[in-house]
């Protein structure tokens, strides 16, 4: 029986028992988990397939093991996912013997209780199918991937984010939120979001999922791929709507930086097919993940704060 | 740019340092933090294009920084910070989550908030006023929260000449007044942290002062050396029981190590039923170990199967704590609506929520200079105070000062749900200060 190799110290470091800053965020965000656990009813994960979704399910099987994660999973297709995605996202449910409930976009607009907007973007549509899951599922609390380095107004968010019965978060009316001592009280009708990773950056993602060897999505990694130029934004040609009159497809080299949907979310240019090359390729860039790759959030300046608002995560 | 290779080796290699920010409004902390961050990368093109853009169709003359952090609406709207925003940022050495705590004398419960996860505080002193009372708020919050460093940074050096006199006269005045408090450790440090002088890099300009530019001090400082010397203490967050055929019999408490360090073989006491066992077996997220320690998130198995099960604590039996049902600490009560003597609340302290009444409120703090309001009847918002509180059911607290995280609790109100207050248990200050620190008065002396 030997200490396990990560969690010695490296040199450098100040006190014996020091941990390194991706132990100390792991411990974190399973003692979040596990809080919610033991005091919530009905929690459900939401599970994207994208990176942070998916380090918040490998966080999830470790603080349970060698039990299951006491939760399902949530998905709110926009039906612009890009196939891979899906892919993985059926695979890895099945693998973890888990239950997944999908919120479709695409049925809500086929049943006139949602409109497709001009600009043909589904991201802030997201809201509606995923209040209405929330409701009707009566899921007391729900698990999101956000990051609070992410965006200004998620720097803002609590790691456990009371919502009222319409889902709205009032940044103003927020519990201040003290030690590791999370408060998740909360009234018939009303859930609480709460986001393990909040303390997390990109880069921090990305090193502990090379550090636990976790499989991501192929479009995380460079490849060639057929895209036009929308906004400043390399997006996706499909049957989703794009490239129209005027936009030109061309094969180019990239991959994605976050994942969402297709309408809105950009590719950027890059040669990194491992993820030491992802890695690096972070380490030095000057935009951040949403700035880069996220055209919804170009929309005001406070487009996150208002879509959070209405019950957008 | 170096080597990122190389670069992501020492990175991956580092520690995290949680640190909060306090400042007085316009003492240069939105500037302070700034540079932090814009020297270390973390602020990006695109950010700083959007910053440009807002303060230029403002008809500003340069980018203000503090629509960085101030990420709200109204924040932005107002020119104020009005709630904490966690910041992120990294060198070579280490990463750092700081707690940008807004500043003004109404929003205290935002630098509880800040300073209750934070290693280190930084407070800011505007050189031309020295320290004033609001610095002395701040040292009082930081002492009552227990920070273990406190960073004086004494700013706007360059609208003093860069004079050695100025600085000293201050870092004396204000050590004297935080020593006094408790506060163990103070650095003091000459800045301009528009002119760039010690925040990321040495001065040119002081060449008197010999110590560590501000993040020379962030990545040196050390951390989580407070939570392994103590005793140990697990709080039982949630059992897991398989009972899969591969895993019929296992029975593993899951949960956080608060403080010090758990060892197999070790004898130990749970609380508060007083049983006790021994450790069979440590889980560290997967991995079979036999020692593990503060802030490790766990599985600890036991030789007996004993009835333990959420909110219980397992502590060493040689230094387990004393459970008890009469709760005497300082609180600061962070709700708009009041508390008052004999308030029904719950207490939640570690894992475990129990029923309580507040007792007595003996006195209540005056930050400005320290001195007790007997009798206050109630707390409002933004107020400490001390109380009595009686609860249901034993818990196994800890002093505060002997633990962050087993002192501490929460007072909640059981109607809506509503966080009302934060508690810490024991004495309030690390000494009893309270009665020669009020001669400072010089004010009235005419």
Redesign the interface.
């Known amino acids: ?4 190799a990560h ?1 010695h ?20 965000a ?2 979040i988990f ?2 919610v ?2 005091e919530f009813e009905k929690p459900v994960i939401l599970f994207s397939g994208g990176k942070d979704s998916i380090v918040m399910l490998h966080l999830a099987l ?7 994660v006491p939760f399902t999973l949530l998905h709110v297709d926009t039906g612009h996912n890009f196939p891979e995605v899906l892919e993985y996202r059926d695979r890895t449910v099945a693998e973890h013997g888990l239950r997944l409930h999908v919120a479709s976009v695409q049925e809500y607009i086929d049943s006139g209780k949602l409109r497709e907007r001009p600009d043909g973007t589904r991201n802030p549509l997201q809201t509606v199918p995923l209040t209405e899951a929330i409701q009707s599922l009566k899921f007391d609390a729900v698990f999101g991937g956000g990051r ?2 992410e ?6 968010e609590r790691v456990f984010s ?1 919502r009222d019965e319409f889902s709205q978060w009032d ?2 009316r ?8 999370y ?1 998740g ?3 018939p009708g009303e859930h609480v979001r709460v986001f393990p990773l ?2 997390w ?1 990109e ?2 993602v990305w ?1 502990y999922i090379a ?1 636990e060897g976790i499989e991501l999505p192929e479009i995380y990694f460079a490849h060639e791929r057929e895209v036009f130029l929308r906004n400043g934004m390399w997006l996706t040609a499909g049957e989703w709507g794009g490239p129209k009159e005027g936009e030109t497809p061309e094969k180019r080299l990239i991959r994605y930086r976050t994942v969402g949907d297709m309408s809105c979310t950009g590719a950027v240019d890059s040669d990194a097919t491992t993820l ?1 090359a992802v ?2 390729e972070i ?6 993940e949403r ?2 790759t996220r055209a919804d959030d170009k929309m005001s ?2 487009a996150m ?1 208002d879509r959070k608002r209405e019950g957008y995560f | 740019m170096t080597s990122t290779t190389e670069q992501f080796a020492d990175v991956s290699a580092t520690t995290l340092l949680r640190f909060a920010t306090a400042g007085s409004v316009d003492d240069g902390k939105s500037t302070l933090v700034g540079r932090l961050l814009h020297d270390s990368k973390s602020v990006l093109t695109d950010q700083m294009e959007a910053v440009e853009a807002v303060s230029a169709q403002r008809g500003q003359e340069a980018p203000d920084l503090a629509l960085l952090t101030d990420g709200l609406r109204a924040e932005r709207e107002q020119g104020i910070t009005i709630d904490v925003a966690y910041r992120y940022f990294a060198t070579a050495r280490r990463r750092f989550i700081l707690a940008d705590t807004p500043g003004h004398v109404q929003y205290t419960r935002n630098m509880v908030t800040g300073a209750s996860t934070a290693d280190l505080a930084v407070v800011l002193v505007d050189a031309r006023n020295g320290v004033i009372e609001q610095t002395r708020r701040h040292a009082a919050v930081a002492a009552l929260l227990r920070v273990p460093h406190v960073v004086l940074a004494v700013n706007k050096m360059d609208l003093v000449g860069y004079q050695e006199s100025v600085f000293a006269a201050i870092a004396e005045e204000f050590t004297a007044y935080a020593s006094d408090l408790g506060v163990p450790e103070i650095t003091a440090i000459p800045i301009s942290a528009l002119a760039g002088d010690n925040v990321v890099d040495a001065s040119a300009n002081m060449d008197w002062y010999g110590g560590p530019t501000v993040l020379e001090h962030l990545e040196t400082v050390p951390v989580s050396h407070d939570l392994t010397a103590c005793p140990a203490r697990f709080p039982v967050q949630y059992v897991i029981r398989p009972q899969s055929a591969e895993h019929p019999d296992y029975r593993g408490y899951a949960g956080q190590i608060a403080s010090g360090v758990l060892r197999v073989g070790e004898a130990v006491t749970v609380l508060p039923s007083g049983r006790t066992s021994v450790i069979a077996g440590i889980d560290a997220l997967g991995e079979s170990v036999d020692i593990a320690w503060a802030p490790q998130s766990v599985t600890v198995r036991l030789t007996d199967d004993i009835d333990i099960s959420r909110g219980d604590l397992i502590a060493p039996s040689a230094s387990a704590p004393a459970t008890t049902q009469d709760v005497e600490a300082t609180v600061c009560h962070v709700a708009d609506q009041p508390l008052a003597v004999g308030a029904r609340v719950l207490i939640k302290h570690t894992t475990r929520t129990v029923k309580a009444i507040v007792k007595e409120i003996p006195s209540r703090l005056t930050l400005d200079d320290l001195s007790q309001h007997p009798n206050p009847g109630q707390l409002v918002a933004n107020d400490i105070g001390r109380v009595v509180v009686r609860t249901a059911e034993p818990l196994a607290l800890d002093a505060y000062a002997d633990s962050r995280r087993t002192g501490s609790f929460l007072l909640i109100d059981p109607a809506d749900g509503t966080t009302l207050a934060a508690g810490m248990a024991g004495e309030s200050f690390a000494s009893k200060a309270e009665t020669t620190v009020q001669a400072d008065e010089e004010g009235w002396d005419f």
Not at chain 1, 1 to 4: G, I, L, P, R, Y
């Open positions: 029986m030997t200490t396990a969690l110290t490296d040199s450098g470091s100040d006190a014996p028992y020091a941990l390194s800053h991706l132990d100390a965020l792991e411990s974190e399973v003692h596990r809080e656990a033991g470790k603080a349970f093991a060698p039990a299951p609070r380095d965006e200004k107004a998620r720097a803002k009371l940044p103003r927020q519990r201040p939120e003290l030690w590791q001592l408060n009280r909360h009234a909040s303390n950056t880069l921090d090193q550090r030491d890695i690096a380490a030095v860039s000057r935009l951040t700035g880069a300046e406070a704060e």
